[in-house]
RNA sequence: GGGCUCGUAGCUCAGUUGGUGAGAGCGCACGCCUGAUAAGCGUGAGGUCGGAGGUUCGACUCCUCCCGAGCCCA
């Protein structure tokens, strides 16, 4: 007779290959099937809610690593609120504005984009933006990221715009935003102002000229260098290191300023053996100086600035506001000098710039340096090639030209302080946030609003024709915004000013009713900075302020920033209560990911190559909060874990087989066993349940997987086997058994759905035999904690035993070495102890002693010291079907070779 | 160059306010089992806690500097 089929074997479908790459694909499918999303949303109606509002990520390209990152972390959360008993709306959405794709949108037209009108690049750049959108949708989902995929929101929906004319309609009825000039890379070749993308370095030949400023209230003269003598004329100030030395040197019996360090090299270039070192003094003394400009009559203040470079030049450096980005920054913004930018879009001197009105800078050079030469300021003349930014397309030198443009002040209405008051109120995780945001918005400068691009939303300005007023009025605004509502931005290119306008508009100035419209577009930090109210406090799901904001610590400055900044300014609150951010993936070494280095890691590679699963369960054991690592090592090592967990499933799931919930067996008759492993489940949920508050998903990763593979595979599971497969399928001690088992798998499928939603899902649905309720794991409720599930006793003596075992295990394996045994049923184990506490211990659980080290036979005796374990040969013949020794095995005369537990057993099944 | 962050076994992570001999899981090596079997079990080997100073009776834990890496600026 085979005993064998008279046992209770583990069986179950759930298949122990995991085949993640074939199932997840069907299982994506299975919730489109139930409408997952809706389905959870009906089935959480009523509860308190949770709403963590998705940072929209840029419409452009496929996912990559990183978002891929953003959005899982996303999902974990909201999955955990859920089964927490939340109501947990998750809203994607796109960044769909801006450059990037503007830019790749008219690459991709080439010549063709110069023939196109505005309204048809933009025409384009929409539908590449959709295009983005639908594609990036599938990305995610096949990631597991459930959400409201049909009803997303996009920086392009007319409503959303519309939205973003209310906020921008608030910015300047509060008088936050002004109009000044600040300098833009401009290439007056194109007529264009270009972003930072949009430039290339090539070498160049410029002319290298040093040239000497009389200071104002003395005979000396301090010496700049520049290589663009054009920019004299918008000259208004010379800085300094405030750090540095200088020296007063007498050369050919004048006195020149410059830096010490520089001292050596300039002489040198200029070809000056003979000068004298008269004075060396600390650059901040010149800090407030005045020189007089050599070619008008205007001065020049000396400031002082740590950006000054003390490797090239004289280290006295000629700030022109409106031609260079750190003169602007440090000249104006921090020193108050004048922004002069004598240039037009040509690149043609205007007005301002006086005699040399009319000319262009491409030939303003020699003009200026020869009159530089004239009015004898001119130190020495040479050339100099080094690199120089030109122009993507026209390939030409491109320039730094101050331009109007829109700025919203943040000292107006006292916003910085404000702003910086409601970060107070805001959790940020982890705590360094605060600090790092604080410290942008308490340095940040006004924030320049306005874009000279095609592709954004457009800046509702209006020129008076007559008197050439630039109007921004919150009336046209809101005006204008109804009309978006309907037909969407395009609206500002299709319709002439006139009907753009509110009915008999007049200019506030001179009264004319004849307007242009202008053509700057908001920078797109505004856009996706007004989520807050295009989504948030438009859509009735939502909440305003929402509970959580999730990305890259690197949204510090960009949207955390601008989002706070508006929402203060809108509603005088933060978007947000918790900022919740995390780091930046990096390969193993620890290096950022570039195609260069060829260490990009796609993980949409990884999920059709191991499942999203595994790049889940990657995510969930790394910590976040700071820069994590992947590779394809570090994902082997996740496919192993992964396995193992599954394999957990599986022989939980194959041995709860002939188990439901009517089978389950009261706490106070479980086998003492039963009572230890049930009360360490609920320490686990304990734990894990506050790993997850705290978003250490890490944390959650480590305790099950250790719980999984050490407290479940290797000694829970391993102990309760003999009982499960060789009792009677309906005695205490199998049902017992089977109870906390079926707890197990409960808690660990919903505990583990978050992060291996995949998995847990087809667990899940092999469970359903059991009669669980739902069509998805993902509307499970959170295992209860029952603290009277942990007898104190119990644990206390389990953590004693545990100790023996260790100790057993390890005279197992000796004797096991030795040849003497194979499987441990091959043994007896004598375990003496001269500790009464001990001997007391081991003899309370007499009866269980067995099955607990999974022997065939312990006596427990007296030693002369603490602890003693022998092991022998177990006494008898092996049972055929039990495999335990027994010295009365092969006596029954019914059941050959079986030992008398079994030949009970298979008595009753029998009868 | 500035602000912020990080650097513990091959890999991923723990290490409370400084205090007995630095831990876990995976991987690896060796062995067992063959009724979780492309599974399961056991034992074991791996770390001068990035480096150098300093504070202290005592530091992986505090301070300084250096090296390496990242984000944001310049």
């Known amino acids: 007779m085979e005993y064998r089929d008279t046992l209770n074997l583990p069986n179950t479908d759930f298949a122990m290959r995991a085949n993640l790459v074939e199932k997840e694909p069907r299982i994506i499918e299975k919730w489109k099937d139930i409408d997952i999303y809706n389905y959870v949303q009906n089935q959480r109606a009523g509860c308190p809610t949770f709403v963590l509002h998705d940072g929209p990520p840029y419409a452009n390209g496929d996912i990559h690593i990183g978002t891929a990152m953003n959005k899982i972390l996303k999902d974990i959360v909201v999955r955990y609120k859920v089964l927490q008993g939340y109501r947990s709306p998750y809203v994607p959405g796109w960044d769909t504005h801006g450059l990037p794709i503007e830019h790749k949108v008219t690459t991709m037209l080439g010549a063709k984009a110069k023939t196109m009108s505005q309204m048809e690049i933009r025409k384009a750049c929409e539908e590449f933006a959709r295009q983005q959108i639908e594609v990036q949708k599938k990305q995610f989902q096949r990631l597991g990221v459930i959400g409201d995929w049909d009803n997303y929101y996009a920086t392009l929906k007319p409503e959303y715009e519309y939205k973003i004319y209310e906020v921008?309609?608030?910015?300047?009825?509060?008088?936050?935003?002004?109009?000044?000039?600040?300098?833009?890379?401009?290439?007056?070749?194109?007529?264009?102002?270009?972003?930072?993308?949009?430039?290339?370095?090539?070498?160049?030949?410029?002319?290298?000229?040093y040239v000497k400023f009389k200071m104002r209230d003395c005979d000396e003269f301090i010496v700049i260098w520049t290589t663009t003598p054009w920019t004299l004329p918008g000259n208004t100030g010379i800085a300094v290191h405030p750090d540095h030395q200088y020296v007063k040197v007498l050369v050919n019996g004048e006195i020149w300023i410059l830096a010490e360090k520089l001292l050596e090299s300039v002489m040198n270039e200029l070809k000056v053996d003979q000068y004298r070192i008269l004075e060396t003094f600390n650059g901040k003394l010149l800090d407030g100086k005045v020189a007089l400009h050599p070619l008008f009559e205007r001065e020049s203040r000396i400031i002082a600035a740590d950006f000054v470079d003390m490797e090239t030049g004289t280290g006295c450096v000629h700030i022109a506001p409106g031609h260079g980005?750190?003169?602007?920054?440090?000249?104006?913004?921090?020193?108050?000098?004048?922004?002069?930018?004598?240039?037009?879009?040509?690149?043609?001197?205007?007005?301002?710039?006086?005699?040399?009105?009319?000319?262009?800078?491409?030939?303003?050079?020699?003009?200026?340096?020869?009159?530089?030469?004239?009015?004898?300021?001119?130190?020495?003349?040479?050339?100099?090639?080094?690199?120089?930014?030109?122009?993507?397309?026209c390939k030409k030198p491109v320039i730094f030209r101050a331009t109007e443009q829109w700025?919203?002040?943040?000292?107006?209405?006292?916003?910085?302080?404000?702003?910086?008051?409601?970060?107070?109120?805001?959790?940020?995780?982890?705590?360094?946030?605060?600090?790092?945001?604080?410290?942008?918005?308490?340095?940040?400068?006004?924030?320049?609003?306005?874009?000279?691009?095609v592709w954004g939303t457009p800046i509702p300005a209006f020129k008076?024709?007559?008197?050439?007023?630039?109007?921004?009025?919150?009336?046209?605004?809101?005006?204008?915004?109804?009309?978006?509502?309907?037909?969407?931005?395009?609206?500002?290119?299709?319709?002439?000013?006139?009907?753009?306008?509110?009915?008999?508009?007049?200019?506030?100035?001179?009264?004319?009713?004849?307007?242009?419209?202008?053509?700057?577009?908001?920078?797109?930090w505004i856009d996706s900075g007004c989520s807050f109210e295009a989504?948030?406090?438009?859509?009735?799901?939502?909440?305003?302020?929402?509970?959580?904001?999730?990305?890259?610590?690197?949204?510090?400055?960009?949207?955390?920033?601008?989002?706070?900044?508006?929402?203060?300014?809108?509603?005088?609150?933060?978007?947000?209560?918790?900022?919740?951010?995390?780091?930046?993936?990096?390969?193993?070494?620890?290096?950022?990911?570039?195609?260069?280095?060829?260490?990009?890691?796609?993980?949409?590679?990884?999920?059709?190559?191991?499942?999203?699963?595994?790049?889940?369960?990657?995510?969930?054991?790394?910590?976040?909060?700071?820069?994590?690592?992947?590779?394809?090592?570090?994902?082997?090592?996740?496919?192993?874990?992964?396995?193992?967990?599954?394999?957990?499933?599986?022989y939980l799931l194959g041995n709860l087989n002939d188990f439901s919930e009517s089978d389950a067996v009261r706490f106070e008759k479980m086998l003492p066993v039963d009572k230890w492993a049930l009360g360490r489940l609920q320490q686990i949920i304990k734990s894990v349940t506050e790993a997850y508050e705290s978003y250490e998903f890490s944390r959650v990763y480590?305790?099950?997987?250790?719980?999984?593979?050490?407290?479940?595979?290797?000694?829970?599971?391993?102990?309760?086997?003999?009982?499960l497969y060789v009792e009677a399928k309906n005695s205490l001690q199998r049902r017992s058994a089977q109870t906390v088992l079926y707890h197990i798998l409960?808690?660990?499928?919903?505990?583990?759905?978050?992060?291996?939603?995949?998995?847990?899902?087809?667990?899940?649905?092999?469970?359903?035999?059991?009669?669980?309720?739902?069509?998805?794991?993902?509307?499970?409720?959170?295992?209860?904690?029952?603290?009277?599930?942990?007898?104190?006793?119990?644990?206390?003596?389990?953590?004693?035993?545990?100790?023996?075992?260790?100790?057993?295990?390890?005279?197992?394996?000796?004797?096991?070495?030795?040849?003497?045994?194979?499987?441990?049923?091959?043994?007896?184990?004598?375990?003496?102890?001269?500790?009464?506490?001990?001997?007391?211990?081991?003899?309370?659980?007499?009866?269980?002693?067995?099955?607990?080290?999974?022997v065939s036979l312990v006596e427990v005796g007296n030693s002369d010291s603490e602890l003693e374990i022998e092991v022998q040969k177990a006494v008898g013949e092996k049972c055929d079907r039990c495999w335990k020794y027994h010295p009365l095995t092969g006596t029954d005369q019914q059941f050959p070779n079986t030992c008398p537990r079994c030949a009970r057993v298979l008595r009753a099944q029998k009868g």
């Open 407 to 453: 700025f919203v002040s943040v000292e107006k209405n006292n916003l910085r302080k404000t702003v910086l008051e409601h970060i107070d109120d805001v959790m940020w995780i982890p705590s360094w946030g605060k600090n790092r945001i604080s410290a942008m918005i308490q340095e940040r400068p006004d924030w320049c609003i306005s874009r000279q691009r």
């Open 325 to 393: 980005e750190e003169d602007y920054e440090y000249g104006h913004l921090v020193h108050r000098l004048d922004v002069l930018s004598p240039v037009n879009e040509e690149g043609v001197f205007t007005d301002e710039a006086g005699k040399y009105a009319g000319i262009h800078i491409d030939k303003a050079n020699r003009l200026i340096i020869d009159d530089l030469q004239a009015v004898g300021a001119l130190v020495k003349e040479a050339k100099i090639s080094h690199s120089y930014p030109h122009c993507w397309r």
């Open 702 to 723: 480590n305790i099950l997987v250790r719980y999984c593979s050490v407290e479940l595979s290797a000694v829970y599971l391993d102990i309760v086997k003999d009982r």
């Open 168 to 209: 921008f309609a608030k910015l300047v009825e509060g008088g936050y935003v002004y109009r000044a000039k600040k300098p833009v890379l401009w290439c007056h070749n194109c007529r264009t102002a270009l972003a930072q993308a949009e430039i290339e370095y090539h070498d160049h030949v410029s002319p290298s000229i």
């Open 746 to 854: 409960r808690s660990l499928l919903v505990m583990l759905s978050p992060i291996l939603a995949f998995t847990c899902e087809e667990g899940y649905e092999h469970f359903k035999s059991q009669k669980m309720k739902y069509d998805s794991v993902q509307v499970e409720r959170w295992p209860e904690y029952h603290e009277e599930w942990i007898d104190k006793q119990i644990m206390t003596d389990f953590d004693e035993l545990m100790k023996v075992r260790d100790q057993a295990l390890k005279s197992l394996e000796e004797v096991r070495q030795a040849g003497l045994i194979g499987h441990s049923l091959d043994a007896k184990l004598l375990i003496k102890s001269n500790s009464q506490q001990t001997l007391d211990l081991l003899r309370r659980y007499s009866e269980y002693l067995e099955e607990f080290f999974i």
């Open 464 to 524: 008076c024709n007559d008197c050439q007023e630039v109007i921004l009025d919150p009336v046209i605004i809101h005006h204008f915004a109804n009309i978006v509502r309907e037909k969407g931005t395009n609206a500002w290119f299709e319709l002439s000013a006139q009907e753009l306008l509110p009915q008999g508009y007049t200019c506030r100035k001179c009264g004319s009713e004849n307007f242009s419209k202008m053509y700057d577009t908001l920078d797109v």
């Open 535 to 650: 989504v948030l406090t438009t859509r009735p799901e939502l909440t305003f302020p929402a509970d959580m904001y999730l990305e890259g610590s690197d949204q510090h400055r960009g949207w955390f920033n601008s989002s706070i900044m508006l929402s203060v300014v809108k509603h005088n609150t933060a978007p947000y209560r918790i900022v919740l951010t995390h780091g930046f993936i990096k390969d193993e070494e620890g290096k950022k990911m570039s195609k260069s280095l060829g260490n990009v890691v796609d993980p949409l590679e990884v999920c059709s190559k191991y499942g999203a699963d595994v790049l889940r369960l990657w995510l969930a054991s790394s910590d976040y909060f700071n820069d994590i690592r992947i590779s394809q090592n570090i994902i082997l090592q996740q496919v192993e874990v992964y396995k193992k967990i599954r394999n957990t499933f599986r």
